[in-house]
């Protein structure tokens, strides 16, 4: 698959992941009714984007990472919360694993090394 598929389906998911962080926190289901604190979760989905976005390497590398946190509590919170809250703490989780995983060989496919082995082959 080309690196455009990555970086866009990167893109994709962590734009839905501030939705969904957003929506569940204001509206879908949140801690307190009315909305709580919690909706600043989304905040730091910001960082990486503008980079992510703009298709550098160093953002998908370190945003790989990043993203892990939100991974995290998806799961714990899948695992223990129930109904609406559980729907959504899993679909959290895929939305982190799909970055994650289009984040880490959009990062392969554009390394140095590999684009020059690709220039010398050409």
Known sequence: MSTNFYRYSASASLIALIALCVAWEAVLAPIRPGGSWLI???????????????????????????????FTEGVVRGWSDKGLTQSLALTETALAVAFFIAAIYYAKLTAPSRLAGQQVNS
């Open 40 to 70: 600043l979760k989304a905040l730091p989905l910001l960082l990486p984007l503008f980079g992510i976005l703009r298709g550098k390497r160093y953002t998908y590398q370190w945003g790989s990472m990043f993203v892990l946190f939100y």
